[in-house]
């Protein structure tokens, strides 16, 4: 019984050889078959560069992606104010190619990339708002909130202190944006304003609570 079973699993094994299996090779992806998109669906402001690119994986018939693929973007609904950079790119060694998209003046954008030989682009729609020109942020339970905050350059942040007899202070990274707020010492009541004017990222955090996740986030665009 033993003895046969070894050789059912020996057969096995010459089919396997027989049948090219032989567990080392990599075979080369065929030509395109299927787009994956990302990036779609992004609510951002007018005329300012969404925050994630739009991309495509571009797969074989077996779900191999491909590189070295030419994928086109285009905007085909949309005010003209609104453009993808670049409007080609070329699948890295993953199948990944990207761009970066402007939704421009309009509320709703699509944008369609497209591959050669392939009947169906890859579709997104974005959609963009006037960016709010204040933000409020409050001190409140050892954490700031709102967490995340957007204000149009020019715009002006209002931090409050609402946490009682609670102590924290107001620090900025050091490699954020210039011009910025002071950082201000520790205290338990009171507010910080400030009129922003660079675009960019401001990453803010109190220095006795900071390892315990009070941090936030302010985006300056345009
Ligand atoms: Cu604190």
């Given at each position: 019984m033993t003895l046969q079973r070894v050789g059912d699993w020996g057969a096995l094994l010459s089919t396997l050889l027989a049948s090219g299996c032989n567990g080392g090779e990599t075979q080369p992806p065929g030509p395109p078959a299927d787009l994956t998109p990302s990036g779609g669906g992004q609510s951002w402001y007018f005329n300012n560069p969404l925050p994630a690119p739009l991309g495509v994986t571009v797969f074989d018939v077996s779900g191999r992606p491909v590189p070295g693929v030419v994928v086109t973007w285009t905007v085909?609904?949309?005010?003209?104010?609104g453009a993808v950079n670049p409007a080609q790119s070329t699948t890295d060694a993953n199948g990944i190619a990207s761009t970066t998209d402007s939704v421009g003046s309009s509320t709703i954008q699509r944008v369609s990339a497209t591959v050669t030989g392939l009947l169906s682009p890859a579709t997104f729609t974005e959609f963009a708002t006037t960016p709010p020109t204040s933000a409020a942020v409050s001190l409140e339970n050892f954490a700031f909130n709102p967490q995340n905050s957007v204000v149009q350059t020019g715009g002006t942040v209002t931090w409050t202190w609402n946490d009682g007899t609670a102590n924290h202070t107001l620090n900025f990274n050091?490699?954020?944006?210039?011009p910025r707020p002071p950082d201000k010492p520790q205290q338990a009541s009171g507010s910080v304003v400030f009129t922003f004017t660079t675009v960019g990222t401001y990453n803010f955090f109190c220095a006795i609570h900071q390892y315990q996740g009070m941090a936030g986030k302010l985006t300056v665009v345009h």
């Open positions: 085909t609904s949309g005010d003209s104010s050091s490699n954020d944006p210039t």
